[in-house]
């Protein structure tokens, strides 16, 4: 498959823009459509935000590029080669877009889903060319985490997982691409292991959430980002795991539930930084402030670990 020039982003809404900009940036001519004209409009505000961010981290602007803003579904699919899918995760509504786009773009055109778990073997049902099916995870802020999961589903040809895979590099993002579909694929299950235990510490009245979170940032995020688990393994040497995790496994948290403090939290309304709460507080001064203060250390930590 020849260098892929042009892309089209369905859903503009929390991770539509940042692709949008990075793609762009990387050379593509990049449209970005969603069903929501005041979607549509705080995405042009987002991607201003983004630009900035991306020339603080020194990303090349190649030639050729460009990322545009439309309302018509069509018209920005027209000539595209490959479809980056970001609308809500929800398989019906995911399923009969993918039908209705069959119809609007050429039969080689790539369709890559940033679901964040459905099986892409699900997505690609009941499509005349499943082939072209693939998974292409990006992780949230979608311009910051350079690293997108690559997950090929039963019927997905070869060739679409290379060409994304490609695609992937030529933004200066690394590629990581599964050998098997598995729910939630790789990121999300770990990330998912390490929540259902933080949150397990709180129900059991262990530790508060200010105690456990400075515990997990320094005691395992800043190490994990610098040395991750395998060749942490082998920095702590694989006795040592053996001997811990032979009686602590047996004690760590199997819940299949869903914890118990977040359960009564989110039925509270205390749904996080967009409600103004949660398990913290937020005034729209500090949730400014947030924003701004993590999007620069993630800047710094990205620069000082490539
Ligand atoms: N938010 C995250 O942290 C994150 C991280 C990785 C992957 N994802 C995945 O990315 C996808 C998008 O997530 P999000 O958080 O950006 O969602 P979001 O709800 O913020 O945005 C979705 C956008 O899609 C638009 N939309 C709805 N139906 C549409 C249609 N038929 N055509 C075009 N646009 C449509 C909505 O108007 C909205 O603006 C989901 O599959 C999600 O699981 C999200």
Not at 12 to 39: E, I
Not at 94 to 123: C, H, M, Q, W, Y
Not at 168 to 179: A, Q
Not at 219 to 228: Q, R, S, T
Request: charged content about 25%; hydrophobic content about 40%.
């Amino acid at each position: 498959m020849s260098e892929l020039k042009h892309a089209t982003i369905l859903g503009s809404g929390t991770m539509g823009p940042g692709m949008g900009v990075v793609l762009a940036r990387a050379g593509m001519q990049v449209k970005l459509f969603d069903v929501d004209a005041g979607a549509l409009e705080r995405a042009q505000g987002m991607a201003s935000i983004v630009e900035g961010i991306l020339d603080r981290l020194e990303v090349p602007v190649r030639d050729g590029g460009a990322l545009s803003f439309e309302s018509d579904r069509a018209a920005s699919l027209a000539g595209t080669e490959i479809v980056a899918e970001a609308i809500p995760e929800n398989l019906e509504l995911k399923r009969e877009v993918f039908r209705a786009i069959e119809d609007e773009i050429s039969d080689t055109a790539i369709i890559a889903s940033n679901t964040s778990g459905i099986p892409v073997t699900k997505l690609a049902e009941g499509l005349r060319h499943p082939e072209r099916v693939v998974g292409w995870h990006w992780s949230n802020p979608p311009h910051l985490i350079p690293m997108n999961e690559v997950i090929p589903g039963e019927q997905t040809a070869p060739e679409v997982t290379r060409a994304v895979e490609d695609l992937t590099r030529r933004i200066g993002y690394h590629p990581v691409t599964l050998k098997k579909e598995v729910a939630g694929f790789v990121e999300n299950r770990v990330l998912y292991a390490i929540m259902r235990e933080c949150l397990a510490l709180l129900d059991e009245g262990v530790i508060d959430s200010e105690g456990l979170d400075l515990c997990v940032k320094w005691g395992i995020g800043y190490k994990l980002a610098v040395v991750p688990p395998i060749q942490l393994l082998d920095m702590a040497g694989l006795d040592i795991y053996t001997s811990v995790a032979s009686y602590l496994n047996a004690s760590l948290s199997n819940e299949t539930g869903v914890s118990s403090t977040a359960t009564a939290l989110k039925d509270e309304g205390r749904l996080g930084i967009k409600a103004g709460r949660g398990f913290f507080d937020y005034t729209p001064e500090r949730i400014k402030e947030l924003q701004q203060q993590r999007a620069g250390a993630l800047v710094a930590v990205r620069k000082a670990l490539s």
